[in-house]
């Protein structure tokens, strides 16, 4: 298969993608997305040591995890697949379940994302038959240099709402990512989503089980607020750098979408999250992290 680039091999936008964008101030027709990855994301993703997943749990909310393994445990056989190998423990994941993907290299900001749905899933890992595939620019990533560090993960903790040492993980973040879904109306032109969020720290608002979220001047394409505009389930994930905890959240979201000057300095939208139920997962990263810098966009914005 060689496809070739160029506007007729570009998927359209879903109609609450579009519905967003109206509400947000403006169209932008057709974007970059195309059906089958490029030879440039498939290298891409070979590379990575980790990748950030959205699955979906069988009540239907979205789960936003991330698998990780040796450079390489990623690979693309042909421009429509991607083959993760290694375990994994994340909910929903089971041959014909759909499934939203993140390649992020926290080193030099680069990102692209896909969906698809999965073909394989067995001990050695999972297979990816990829419906859509896009680039992502680099606003708002903080740059940090993993180690590959031994960690020992702890049994799962899950609660209610929001515990206390939640609250202080995001309240000190710069760094979280979302998982969201289409409706099922939207058909074949969704699908699961995840994506990345940053900021200064502090960014994030907490407000007893209530996140408030800053929606900063990005690529206009609201994939994320698209399908939570339809479907306000969310799933976040939020990871303790320096220790290797992943706090994973699920909740229901909704958007202002003129919020005035209530937000943070930068803020066009703001979407609030009421979280339901929350899960810790401690020592599950098994990387140590060197602080970087801020991307120059999030040195632009403010804090709550």
Do not use: K
């Not at 932008?28 to 040591?49: K, N, T």
């Not at 903080?142 to 515990?163: I, K, N, W």
């Not at 209530?210 to 339809?230: E, H, K, Q, S």
């Not at 609030?272 to 599950?284: E, H, L, P, T, Y």
């Amino acid at each position: 298969m060689s496809p070739q680039d160029g506007p007729s091999e570009f998927l359209a936008f879903h109609r609450d993608e579009l519905a967003a964008q109206v509400l947000a101030g403006g169209r932008v027709g057709r974007a970059p997305i195309r059906s089958f990855m490029p030879d440039q994301h498939r290298a891409f993703f070979a590379g990575l040591p980790y990748l950030f997943v959205a699955t979906m749990d069988e009540q239907g909310w979205p789960v936003a995890s991330v698998l990780s393994g040796q450079p390489g445990f990623v690979q693309s056989p042909d421009p429509v697949t991607l083959r993760i190998d290694g375990g994994h423990d994340t909910e929903g994941v089971a041959a014909g379940r759909e499934i939203g993907l993140l390649g992020l290299d926290l080193t030099n900001r680069r990102r692209n994302r896909a969906n698809g749905h999965l073909t394989e899933v067995d001990e050695g890992g999972l297979v990816v038959r990829i419906s859509q595939s896009f680039g992502n620019c680099a606003q708002y990533i903080q740059t940090r240099q993993p180690t590959p560090a031994t960690r020992t993960p702890a049994p799962v903790e899950r609660f209610e709402g929001l515990d206390e040492a939640a609250r202080a993980l995001i309240g000190t973040a710069d760094t979280f990512f979302v998982a969201s879904r289409s409706r099922p109306e939207i058909g074949s032109g969704g699908g699961l989503d995840m994506s990345h969020r940053g900021g200064r720290p502090g960014f994030v608002g907490v407000h007893g089980n209530t996140l408030a979220i800053p929606d900063f001047r990005g690529n206009r394409f609201y994939n994320t607020l698209g399908n939570l505009l339809g479907e306000p389930r969310a799933g976040l994930l939020f990871i303790d750098f320096p220790s290797g905890d992943l706090l994973q959240l699920q909740g229901r979201a909704e958007i202002d979408w003129a919020p005035g000057n209530s937000g943070p300095e930068g803020a066009e939208r703001l979407w609030r999250v009421r979280i339901d139920r929350g899960w810790r997962r401690r020592g599950a990263f098994p990387f140590a992290w060197t602080f970087g810098d801020y991307a120059p966009t999030t040195l632009r914005t403010g804090v709550w």
